[in-house]
């Protein structure tokens, strides 16, 4: 299995009922992977899986193997359930409760040896409050089932300049973290997980397959116009407002995008 490109993790669309705007999914689905994404990403962050019951979960992970099938593009799924059939399973660093290092190495071996794929770990220490220095990336780079990282510190410091400096062999880099995804590329990062890149995703795809840096000073500041409130809520308004989506709703604990975001991002949509 080879992972790189650009990923876009999908959001979950609502109707006016509430319920899961399956259509419009669909043709999200298919407008990501039409404009060069490599594949999707299942029930990530981005999904507000945590706000669907586990009939829609199943919905939007059927629907988005169904696709991803159809097209022979890439699946990574989020959550405890993942089908074999997906490429790999993003696995959250243990949140909250600070394990320390061996402890995450610990779970993440034990989660590996019983996923029947392989494993794309996702660190993000500024939700998780666990910190990982470049011995315990390599560390996880080593185990057995772990295939790469969607690496998404806030920033790049220290240790991700380490980590890109010396490379597991194998090892597969994908940036998570959207705003920061340009020098991370240049730093050689071998893909991106990219919420933005529902927007202008072939700017984002083209990115990923040829850094370019005044494209990442663009897509940078849409990136930021995306996140100024808490994902997925102004890409959801943006969407609903380019009418590709039915509504631009979210779960609670979530509220709606502001006007003034949402007039900021459609600005700094690439013309």
Known sequence: MTLGGLYVPLITPFASDGSVAVAALHQLAHDALDAGA???????????????????????????????????AQLIV??????????????LVPPFLRP??????????????????????????????????????????????????????GGIDADVIALMADPPPGFT???GDDVVISPLLALGAHGAILAS????????????TSWEPALGHRL???????????????????LHAQGRIPTPDVRLPLL???TPSLAAALEAVPA
Request: aromatic fraction near 2%.
């Open 100 to 153: 320390g290092e061996d402890g995450v190495v610990a779970h993440l071996t034990a989660v590996a040896a019983r996923s029947p794929v392989p494993l794309v770990v996702y660190h993000v220490p500024y939700r998780t409050a666990q910190p990982l220095s470049v011995t315990a990336l390599h560390r996880i780079a080593a185990i057995d089932g772990v295939a790469g990282i969607k690496l998404a510190t």
């Open 38 to 72: 490599a594949g999707l990403v299942a029930l990530g962050t981005t999904a507000e899986p945590s706000a669907l019951t586990g009939t829609e979960r199943s919905t939007v992970l059927d629907l988005l193997t169904n696709v991803t099938r159809d097209r022979s």
């Open 220 to 238: 940078a500041r849409l990136s930021a116009a995306l996140f100024a409130e808490p994902n997925p809520t102004v890409i959801k308004a943006v």
């Open 197 to 208: 890149a529902h927007v202008a995703t072939g700017s984002y795809a083209g990115l990923v």
């Open 78 to 91: 989020g959550g405890p359930a993942v089908p074999g059939t997906a490429t790999a399973a993003l696995t």
């Open 256 to 258: 709606p995008a502001g």
């Open 173 to 175: 880099v994908l940036g």
